[in-house]
């Protein structure tokens, strides 16, 4: 497994941005599939976005148009722009990221250990 640090969780007023970031904590040769998920206490963890090979992306309805999502395999992080932020945004937010530890293979397959996310009223 690669370990994966998450940042830029915090509290901020509706309507401001947030951008989360997910980082390898070793060296990795790629990132093939990045996805960020979000959980509230009681309900079950959702995806909020995901890139996939070429740069497909997808996102949860209530993520769409206010969200992005990207990669950078260089820096071996995986990031979350979040926009026009609601109350109903909170929540703490994981990111899974899989890939390759080397050219050769290696595949990884990883959970980030949760940002808090609240937006206040």
């Known amino acids: 497994q690669v370990p994966l640090v998450e940042s830029g969780g915090g509290l901020v007023q509706a309507g401001g941005s947030l951008r989360l970031s997910c980082a390898a904590s070793?060296?990795?040769?790629?990132?093939?599939?990045a996805g960020w998920y979000r959980q509230v206490p009681g309900k079950q963890r959702e995806v909020v976005a995901e890139?996939?090979?070429?740069?497909?992306?997808n996102y949860a309805d209530s993520a769409k148009a206010r969200f992005t999502i990207s990669r950078d395999a260089a820096k071996k992080t995986a990031y979350l722009q979040m926009n026009g932020l609601k109350p109903e945004d909170t929540a703490v937010y994981y990111c899974?990221?899989?890939?390759?530890?080397?050219?050769?293979?290696?595949?990884?397959?990883?959970w980030g250990q949760g940002t808090q996310v609240t937006v206040s009223s």
């Open positions: 890139i996939t090979g070429g740069d497909n992306t």
């Open positions: 070793v060296n990795i040769f790629s990132i093939d599939v």
């Open positions: 899974h990221l899989k890939g390759r530890r080397f050219t050769w293979g290696s595949l990884f397959d990883s």
